[in-house]
């Protein structure tokens, strides 16, 4: 299991290494094939949602074809979707929660932390309202049409949606106070550095630095 | 006598790992029943099946004698079934109460005039007329019930499904919905955990177990 620390220091080397380079090289392909290997089983959905991403990587690209710097599209198609498939390939399965709280790991400031905790939670808070809202529309037998009155019940669901979140927002804000919140949320996750976690960053390393020296793979 | 629901070897996953098999139920027309169950036994998940939110795993499903094969099968049988949530603040499409009612019918497509006086009507029913202007949010817990059941009855459903129908309300409020639902001449199946409040409705009790659907009373 890699670490969330080392997954964070991973993808922030591996980003920023590829995001220098104004070509593609072979083995910047080192770092997601090694994560690859090592978890099979996460190679499907995190190739699920790169497909979905690919809608707009492939408009991006598609203006630079556009414009004839087709180099530049592919260097943003492969760019893109490598870093993006790193991403998920490291953080698939693991909650959305305990990666936000375990910045604090990283030594990033605790209100910082903190606040992209609860960032996270108030997504999802709202995609879970909106999946109740969803479930009520099917249930109540929601027929789409372009009338007036499909459009109202489309505001209605935005504004109830919004009325939903102060809502939510207020039993928060409730609960921190009653429980006397300090502004610092507690994690206690792993803090010890496994082979995995070594290993993983060699691979980045790799990916980088057989670039630099001009290594020809 | 003719048949509202029949589940034959149903079978059904709750989560990832655990999966209800052996669940055999025949519900005849204008039959009450109730499904008792441990909490997370998946009786929500069994109603949200029916209702055609989520898919089941395994098994054969009828409703009004039609073979349910696929969510889409439901198309033609969606309209005779009505759910209440066990959280009537996330059935509420409308801010407004007499909206909400009418919803169902304005849905259907019927003329405006005649939807909200059938919604007026069913609000006269259940004694809350008073609360037609009311905003569904600033309404008491056993407001908020009668009026997302008044929402489910004026469709006229041949089958009820009811989540939890007791959930947050006080003893008179209870009383006032066993009158409602003893009156009412359809299908009901009821999920809950309040034994008292089922046995004055219902005609058969079973409980979901490990070995499936077990008729207890």
């Not at chain 1, 198609?77 to 390939?89: D, E, G, K, P, W």
């Not at chain 1, 935005?158 to 300090?182: P, Q, S, T, Y």
């Not at chain 2, 600033?138 to 041949?158: D, M, Q, W």
Request: aromatic fraction near 12%; include cysteine.
């Amino acid at each position: 299991m890699i670490s969330l620390r080392f997954a964070f220091i991973s993808i922030l080397l591996y980003s920023f290494g590829l995001a220098f380079f104004k070509e593609i090289w072979l083995s910047m392909l080192l770092a997601p094939l090694f994560l690859a290997l090592v978890k099979p089983k996460s190679i499907l959905p995190s190739f699920k949602k790169l497909l979905f991403l690919n809608i707009f990587i492939l408009l991006v690209s598609l203006s630079a074809v556009l414009s004839k710097e087709y180099n530049l599209a592919l260097l943003i198609f492969v760019r893109a979707n490598a870093i993006l498939f790193f991403t998920f390939l490291l953080f698939d399965k693991r909650d959305i929660f305990e990666i936000t709280a375990s910045l604090s790991s990283l030594g990033l400031p605790t209100k910082l932390s903190t606040l992209f905790f609860f960032v996270a939670k108030f997504i999802f808070i709202i995609k879970n309202e909106f999946q109740i809202i969803k479930k009520a529309l099917l249930v109540r037998h929601f027929k789409r049409k372009t009338t007036l009155f499909t459009y109202k019940i489309y505001a209605n669901i935005v504004g109830m949606l919004v009325v939903k979140c102060f809502e939510r927002a207020d039993k928060l804000k409730k609960a921190m106070i009653l429980r006397n919140f300090g502004g610092k949320i507690y994690y206690a996750g792993e803090n010890s550095v496994t082979k995995m976690d070594l290993v993983l960053l060699c691979f980045v390393l790799a990916s980088i630095f057989l670039k630099i020296i001009k290594v020809n793979i | 006598m003719s048949c509202s629901l029949n589940l034959k070897n149903f079978s059904y996953k709750i989560g990832e790992n655990k999966e209800i098999r052996n669940i055999n139920l025949n519900l005849s027309h204008k039959e009450k029943i109730a499904i008792v169950g441990a909490n997370g036994c998946g009786k929500t998940t069994l109603l949200d099946i029916i209702a055609g939110v989520k898919s089941r795993s395994g098994g054969e499903l009828e409703l009004f004698h039609q073979k349910i094969d696929s969510l889409a099968d439901y198309k033609s049988v969606r309209d005779f079934i009505g759910y209440l949530f066990q959280d009537s603040d996330n059935q509420f499409l409308c801010p407004v109460v007499i909206d909400d009612v009418a919803f169902g019918l304005l849905n259907e497509g019927i003329e405006k005039e005649k939807a909200y006086l059938k919604a007026k009507m069913m609000l006269e029913d259940f004694n809350i007329s008073n609360l037609q202007d009311k905003i569904v949010y600033n309404l008491s817990g056993g407001e908020k019930k009668l009026v997302a059941l008044a929402g489910v009855l004026v469709n006229e459903p041949k089958l009820m499904l009811l989540d939890e129908p007791t959930n947050g309300l006080d003893e008179d409020m209870q009383l006032k919905l066993v009158k409602i639902l003893q009156q009412i001449d359809k299908s009901i199946i009821i999920v809950s955990h309040h034994r008292e409040f089922i046995d004055k409705i219902v005609d058969k009790i079973y409980k979901i177990t490990d070995d499936g659907l077990v008729l207890i009373s």
